[in-house]
């Protein structure tokens, strides 16, 4: 009696460049959110070049943007001068929560709510690991995002860039909070670290609102504590001068005062917070001052801030990721 082994089915060729395994799956079953995503990056791109467009069609008839004669004493810059600044002003912001918000994503809808209802356990019984189920998710959004935050920056950017020339109008100031955290890879390290973050909270606390809300907390304080402390992470410049210190458009002022024959400095809003009805320069007369000073940042100190800023960002990232792999280890093995 013979045997019939049916034959082999041959193996279907998978295409070098497509995705295997639990980055397909994930990409499939959160393809809407893919496509949410999308969208918010074309309207951040066209918001931009529409302000473009509306500032380069005003009706300017002086090389510095005045619409009013060239020469005269008068200067009045276009509507769509002033709303472009106003509008890119914030950019930053606006940056800033989009990064949040894919920490929240990640946190809820993508590991959280899998690992509340139980769906998690499909995957890890067709031979993915709990480590290997867990990588994809924080690793895809994090590739996706860090992709699509350069892509804003770089608009941002060039959106900033048409403000810079005109010696009367106000842009954004490179160090102001609404600008600062969109123009530079401090950006991204939040992203990650908000990944990052998100997973930790959803392998901790295992239900979606609630990891949401915390990571949301969490990120928030991140941001705000970033915010108000920026400023010590680079040595400032120290200027003195025996009259008022002259300070430069790309200065970023973090104090001012005046100087004691001894070398004590002496802040402004010291005497203001005596008596802010008090002639301030006799206060500081009578405090024994000598000198003016400055403690500033100059335009310079923009890459040494955003390159220490984002390191301490990864390094947050870094740690966040490894105490998810550490509790999901410890909770399944």
């Not at 930053?92 to 959280?112: D, R, W």
């Not at 990588?135 to 950017?157: D, E, K, M, S």
């Amino acid at each position: 009696m013979s045997t019939l082994t049916p034959a082999k089915p041959e193996a279907v060729a998978t295409p070098p460049g497509a995705l295997r395994g639990p980055a397909r799956v994930l990409l499939r079953a959160h393809r809407k959110a893919l496509w949410a995503a999308g969208g918010l990056l074309v309207l951040g791109i066209g918001i931009v070049v529409a302000l473009r467009v509306w500032m380069a069609s005003a009706k300017e008839l002086c090389a510095d943007g005045d619409i009013t004669p060239c020469g005269g004493s008068v200067y009045q810059p276009s509507y769509a001068r002033t709303s472009t600044e106003v509008f890119l002003g914030d950019g930053g912001t606006v940056l800033l929560l989009l990064a949040g918000l894919i920490g929240v994503f990640a946190a809820g809808p993508l590991i959280a709510r899998e690992l509340e209802s139980g769906t998690f356990r499909l995957a890890w019984a067709q031979s993915v690991s709990p480590a290997h189920w867990l990588a994809a998710r924080l690793a895809v959004p994090a590739a996706l995002t860090v992709v699509g935050l350069t892509v804003l920056i770089a608009v941002y950017r060039w959106g900033l860039w048409a403000l810079r020339g005109y010696p009367h109008s106000q842009p954004p100031h490179w160090s102001g909070s609404g600008v600062f955290p969109g123009t530079g890879p401090a950006l991204l390290g939040f992203a990650l670290l908000a990944v990052a973050v998100g997973g930790l909270c959803a392998v901790l606390v295992r239900r979606t609102l609630l990891s949401m809300s915390v990571t949301a907390l969490i990120l928030g304080t991140v941001a705000l504590g970033l915010g108000l402390g920026r400023y010590v992470l680079w040595p400032t410049v120290f200027r003195q001068s025996a009259g008022p210190v002259e300070l430069g458009p790309g200065d970023w002022v973090v104090g001012m005062g005046r100087l004691t024959a001894s070398g004590r400095k002496l802040y402004w809003e010291d005497c203001y917070a005596v008596d802010p009805l008090r002639d301030v320069e006799a206060c500081m007369r009578d405090r024994g001052a000598v000198d003016y000073f400055a403690e500033v940042h100059p335009a310079s100190h923009y890459w040494p801030l955003q390159l220490v800023e984002t390191g301490i960002l990864l390094a947050l990232a870094a740690l966040a990721v490894f105490a998810a792999f550490r509790v999901l280890r410890r909770l399944h093995g």
